[in-house]
Each structure stands twice: as C-alpha cells, then as structure tokens.
C-alpha cells in the first residue's frame, strides 16, 4: 500500500515555511524522504527510524511518530532551490529494506 | 555527484525485445535497489541485491531479473518487453553499515516501441 502524501501540491513564496505530510497504513521501520527535480533522479534527503526522532538538513528537517505511522517535513525559509516534487519511503517492519513511494507533493517557490 | 553512474542514458527498444541496464555503485555500497518510474508517478521498487543475492523483491513480473558483482556493479534485464515497460529507471545503492545515506544515479530511460 502507497503512503500518502498531502498537500499534493503547494506553491511558496521566498522565505515561507511548509509542512508535507507522510501517512501509511502500516507499521513502519523507516521514513526516507526525497526531492526529485523535473528530468532528474531522486535526491536522498534524510532517513528517520522508528522511535519520533527529529532530524534535521540545513533548513529541512523531518519528524517521525511511529504510533501514528506518520512522518512530516518542515521546509523553514523555502528557497528558490527547494522547488520539486517530495516523495516520502516508507519502509514496514520485516519488509527488508524495499522501499515504497508515497504519492508525491509538487513544491514550487517563488520569488 | 552521487558517485552512481548508469549506462545508457537512453534507450529505444521493440516490443519483444530484451534489455539490460547497468549500474555503477560507490566503493563499499554492498546493496544495491532497482526502481521504475513511469512519467509523472514515483519510483516503484522493483528489487534489491545485498552482496550478490537478491534481497527483496516488489510486485514485477520474473522476466524482471537482476545481477550483482563483487566490483559493485549490477545489471537489471528485462525480457519480453512490453509497452508499459517504457519508464526511468534507476538504480539506488546505499552502505548497510550507513542507513543514513542512499543515493541514486542519473537513471535510464527506456522507451518502447
């Protein structure tokens, strides 16, 4: 079952802040998170284990409530550069290591 | 630079027809996932190989087939082609001993015809 993601779409001006959502209908291991640019691959941001520990990349950074099986990514003072689609993976307890894909949410910033 | 390379780029193929894409992993990355990313959806997991043998697999079909070798290289091949094979794929290969860093090359895209 793919996680789903909300919003699925959001536009931000410079300098907003967002919060993308991440929701499974399983026990999850792991949350990876993702921003993937038009006619490129996939770019790692982060991973959370189980356990709601918080992590955090410059200006992104992710929770993770395995009670819930819900992860969030918070975008603080968005970038021009942070425009793309995020894709959450979860991975689900004994599912070694395979990862599936949310369902996206496009982020476009503008000036 | 993620340090994963893929080859080709790009590639035409005939309903029919069997493909093989490569994969080029950093140094000490023992593990290896394939993914297909049809336009506008996300990556759907296809496999993965740990030291070799595969170690997981998704909801693809057995003329989907990989490998692994020792120099960290993989191949995915695909027979049978189908039109709804046309799709981005891409390799992704992370260390088990570092959880925190997975990293994905460029990705071939395949079309067929």
């Known amino acids: 079952q793919q996680p789903v993601q909300s919003p699925q779409a959001v536009i931000l001006r410079e300098g907003e802040d967002a919060v993308i959502n991440c929701s499974s209908s399983?026990?999850?291991?792991?949350v990876h998170w993702y921003r993937q640019k038009h006619g490129e691959a996939p770019v790692f941001l982060m991973i959370?284990?189980?356990?709601?520990e918080q992590k955090g990349h410059e200006k992104i950074s992710a929770s993770f409530n395995e009670k819930k099986q819900q992860s969030s990514l918070y975008l603080t003072a968005s970038q021009l550069s942070y425009s793309g689609t995020y894709f959450c993976?979860?991975?689900?307890?004994?599912?070694?290591?395979?990862?599936?894909f949310g369902t996206g949410t496009k982020l476009q910033v503008i000036p | 630079e993620t340090g994963v390379t893929q080859s080709p780029t790009h590639l035409i193929k005939t309903r029919g027809q069997q493909v093989t894409l490569r994969c080029s992993s950093q140094?000490?990355?023992?593990?290896v996932s394939w993914y297909q990313q049809a336009l506008g959806q996300g990556p759907q997991f296809i496999f993965q190989?740990?030291?070799?043998?595969?170690?997981g697999r998704g909801n693809f079909p057995p003329r989907f087939s990989g490998l692994q070798f020792p120099n960290y290289s993989s191949e995915l091949n695909v027979n049978a082609l189908e039109l709804d094979d046309s799709a981005l794929y891409l390799c992704?290969?992370?260390?088990?001993?570092?959880?925190?860093?997975?990293?994905f090359g460029p990705g071939t895209r395949l079309t067929v015809t």
């Open positions: 993976g979860t991975e689900i307890m004994g599912g070694y290591q395979k990862v599936t």
């Open positions: 399983k026990a999850l291991y792991s």
């Open positions: 959370l284990l189980k356990g709601g």
């Open positions: 140094s000490g990355h023992n593990t």
């Open positions: 190989y740990y030291r070799e043998e595969e170690n």
């Open positions: 992704a290969s992370f260390s088990s001993l570092r959880l925190s860093e997975q990293y």
